[in-house]
């Protein structure tokens, strides 16, 4: 049996390897890579449809391989090791180079797989998890987690929104890890010398004529604040004056009030005499009496009666006079000289 | 760069990028023709020459740099002797030198050629970031970020990673690849096409997939400017906020 089967195999380098596996397969007796008996062997070699199987069957293997390459790739299952099974079954009915060269390229996919994976198993120790370090970047570039309801987030994305600086933040920080070469640019715009001196001169021009100004205001200034108080104070005096000397001419005759006060030529002068007597009388330059008939006259205190403002009793009291009583007092005490004589000042 | 040196071996009058004939002609001869000049012959180039000249041309190339550095894109050696070194090449070697010491003591930053065989340089800066060190603070660019993320996730993964890997990791912080981002707009085109060019990243083909797959290494001024020392400090200060 096996010699036969030996003269089947023409090429030698296969003579072993399949007679090896032909005698497994028949001890076996169930073929899982082809279900040939003992009586179609030697239909295997040239049979066209059968070629044409093993080859399909290998671009399926280099297909899957392709296709599913993260799948093959995740460590938790033997994909990988099942295809390279699954081509080694194959391989014992390869008789003709073309399915050689298939079997070929699958050896090349799934080597470069082999070693993708055996590159991840050597990084797997170092135990990065990059879900875990984007969920820390979030944290850190301030995510809100706040869920809108509205918007469905797809499941495995961080719910929430970041800030609108989010990314700036974390370039801030990371632009320290580089050493890159500042970039240089011109700068925007020149300057011009123009406009600026033209300005200067009539600043300048400006500033004289208003200096000359401001010197003249304080000299007129004084003049007028001056001459108000001067001639209050200068009437006052006056006044004084005058009563001290009707009191001196007739010091037991009382000087009645409303003819000291009163001009009988001009109403104005009048209401003034009272208001420059009320200041000899708030200084306590003169004082204001009734007298027998109860009528107020008026006569100078003496020097030495002259007190404090502070012990005497304060007496407060409004005058007032209407033109109408004016005359109404001229007529009643026959008044036709002022014992005031309007002085000459008067305000310019 | 190789590739476009084969199509110029091969069709000296056709190019598609150029606009004339002789043009394209003179593109080749920077590109392959040129050739180191030997010392002796810069010796003599550099007698014929006023050293206000050279000084001139150091200084041009120095700004071409400078303004060539704005979008982090590396300098080809042809681009610089095209367009800049001209009928001065033959004391190329000495003008870099000059070059590279005007950047090293003026500014501060390092010439450095990433690229032997490409010939090709960037600028990165000589001194070490510190915090609060400048009063200024210029804007930041936010893809500094994205990058900060893509290259620490590669480097804790051993170097290399596919790139579904990172599309992944990108979508956990908001950042999907088929949509456009508010702050990136096409993410994909800055990090596969961007990123690459600037060399902070390599993007590759994975032989014998089918789909087309790619992975992600370390680019090559990414090796001369990122500290990994720092990029793990980062990663630790974002996890300790926990």
């Given at each position: ?119 991840q198993l050597a990084a797997e120790g170092a135990a990065f998890d990059p879900p875990a370090f984007t969920e820390h970047l979030l944290s850190y570039m301030g995510l809100n987690r706040l869920n809108d309801g509205e918007d469905e987030q797809p499941i495995g994305e961080a ?38 001196p033209p300005k200067q001169r009539m600043e300048r021009q400006r500033k004289a004529p208003g200096k000359e100004v401001k010197r003249i205001m304080p000299t007129q200034l004084k003049k007028m604040g001056g001459s108000h108080q001067e001639a209050t104070e200068k009437e ?113 | ?242």
């Amino acid at each position: 049996m096996k010699r036969a089967r030996g003269g089947d195999g023409e090429e030698a380098p296969r003579q072993n390897a399949t007679a090896g596996q032909r005698k497994s397969d028949q001890s076996d007796g169930d073929n899982s890579g082809c279900d040939l008996g003992q009586a179609d062997m030697q239909d295997e070699d040239d049979n066209p449809g059968i070629r044409r199987e093993i080859r399909s069957k290998y671009r399926e293997l280099i297909q899957s391989v392709q296709q599913n390459r993260e799948d093959m790739l995740s460590p938790s299952n033997n994909k990988l090791t099942e295809v390279l099974e699954e081509a080694n079954k194959l391989f014992k009915d390869v008789r003709q180079s073309r399915e050689a060269a298939l079997d070929a390229q699958l050896l090349v996919v799934t080597s470069d797989l082999g070693k993708e994976k055996a590159s991840q198993l050597a990084a797997e120790g170092a135990a990065f998890d990059p879900p875990a370090f984007t969920e820390h970047l979030l944290s850190y570039m301030g995510l809100n987690r706040l869920n809108d309801g509205e918007d469905e987030q797809p499941i495995g994305e961080a719910i929430g929104y970041l800030p609108p600086d989010a990314w700036h933040k974390v370039a801030q920080r990371a632009e320290s890890c580089f050493r890159a070469a500042p970039s240089f640019h011109y700068m925007m715009g020149s300057f011009h010398a123009e406009p600026p001196p033209p300005k200067q001169r009539m600043e300048r021009q400006r500033k004289a004529p208003g200096k000359e100004v401001k010197r003249i205001m304080p000299t007129q200034l004084k003049k007028m604040g001056g001459s108000h108080q001067e001639a209050t104070e200068k009437e006052v005096e006056r006044i004084l004056g005058y009563l001290k000397t009707y009191y001196q001419d007739d010091p037991t005759s009382p000087i009645s009030y409303y003819e000291f006060v009163i001009d009988p030529k001009s109403f104005s002068r009048t209401v003034e005499n009272i208001f420059h007597t009320s200041f000899l009388i708030r200084d306590g330059l003169a004082r204001i009496y009734l007298d027998n008939y109860k009528l107020p006259s008026i006569a100078p205190v003496e020097e030495g009666e002259v007190e404090a403002g502070g012990s005497s009793i304060r007496k407060q009291c409004i005058v007032s006079i209407s033109p109408k009583q004016w005359k109404e007092l001229i007529e009643g005490y026959d008044i036709r000289v002022t014992m005031i004589d309007p002085s000459n000042m008067q305000p310019e | 760069m190789t590739q476009r040196k084969r199509t110029s071996n091969t069709q000296s009058s056709s190019q598609s990028k150029r606009t004339s004939g002789p043009a394209a002609t003179q593109e080749e001869d920077d590109d392959q023709t040129f050739t180191q000049p030997s010392t002796t012959q810069v010796q003599r180039g550099l007698e014929k020459l006023t050293p206000a000249q050279v000084d001139q041309k150091t200084a041009e190339v120095v700004q071409f740099f400078l303004v060539k550095d704005q979008k982090k894109i590396p300098v080809r050696r042809a681009d610089l002797v095209k367009h800049v070194v001209k009928e001065y090449r033959n004391i190329y070697p000495e003008i870099m030198k000059r070059a590279a010491r005007i950047f090293d003591q003026v500014f501060g930053l390092k010439m450095i050629e990433i690229d032997a065989k490409n010939h090709m340089y960037i600028l990165i800066n000589k001194l070490e970031t510190v915090e609060g060190a400048s009063p200024i603070t210029n804007p930041t660019n936010p893809k500094m970020g994205l990058l900060f993320v893509i290259l620490s996730v590669i480097f804790m993964k051993g170097g290399v990673v596919g790139e579904n890997l990172i599309w992944k990791t990108l979508k956990n912080l908001k950042v999907d690849v088929g949509e456009k981002h508010e702050e990136f707009g096409d993410v994909k085109k800055v990090v596969t096409d961007e990123f690459v060019r600037q060399r902070y990243l390599e993007y590759t083909r994975i032989p014998h997939t089918e789909p087309i797959e790619h992975e992600f290494h370390w680019g090559q001024r990414a090796e001369v400017e990122v500290s990994k020392s720092k990029i793990l400090a980062f990663m630790g200060e974002v996890r300790i906020r926990e």
